[in-house]
């Protein structure tokens, strides 16, 4: 296949030259983890020159991308090498302006025989119209149920209504008479009489 002749080709010197420049560095494998928050695991696979633990080429180019960029060394050359594309087995590969236009099977864009996705509306249209009675019906339920206790009632004839008390008069103050008194005009006015309220 393909894809292990390009790894095993390329897959030794760049991991040679990615465990030199960590050690040139001074760091040790858990140094580059917290710094770039690649896994232990990869970055073991990418010192060893394993690429097969990747799940795909897409993977191991960004694992490579992102470890070499760290350390600062040219891994130009395998990134190329590890092209998605290089690696698909047994399909035909489009360029991306013929991809635009993709070809469709003609058996799985027509329609099913006798159903014309009629009665799939339909039954949608029926669960929505019911959807929509339920919650009406619901409102209206709980719209009754707590809505009086909101609602002041209304005497009807049957029913008695409370008596109202009647107002209680306090007395009044006695009132001085006219000539007992003598006032000159720049005196200010009596305060108004005091009332007892009683409750």
Excluded at 6 to 34: H, N, P, W
Excluded at 66 to 73: G, I, K, M, P, R
Excluded at 83 to 100: C, K, N, S
């Amino acid at each position: 296949m393909l894809f292990l002749s390009i790894v095993e080709d390329i897959s030794d010197q760049i991991g040679e030259r990615l465990t030199k420049a960590r050690e040139a560095a001074g760091l040790t494998v858990d140094d580059v983890m917290f710094k770039t928050r690649i896994p232990r695991s990869v970055i073991d696979a990418l010192e060893a020159g394993d690429f097969s633990v990747f799940s795909s080429p897409t993977y191991a180019k960004s694992f490579l991308s992102q470890y070499s960029a760290y350390l600062n060394v040219d891994a130009r050359l395998w990134l190329d090498a590890l092209e998605p594309a290089a690696f698909i087995a047994g399909e035909i590969v489009r360029p991306l302006w013929e991809a635009a236009n993709p070809v469709r099977d003609e058996a799985a864009s027509s329609p099913r025989e006798g159903n014309s996705g009629w009665p799939s509306a339909l039954t949608m249209l029926a669960a929505t119209g019911v959807l929509v009675f339920v919650a009406l019906k619901g409102y209206e339920f709980f719209e009754k149920r707590f809505g009086l206790e909101l609602a002041v009632p209304q005497p009807g004839p049957d029913t008695v209504s409370p008596v109202s008390p009647q107002p209680v008069v306090a007395p009044q103050a006695p009132v001085a008479k006219p000539g007992s008194t003598v006032r000159s005009a720049d005196d200010p006015p009596p305060p108004p009489p005091r009332a007892i309220i009683v409750r």
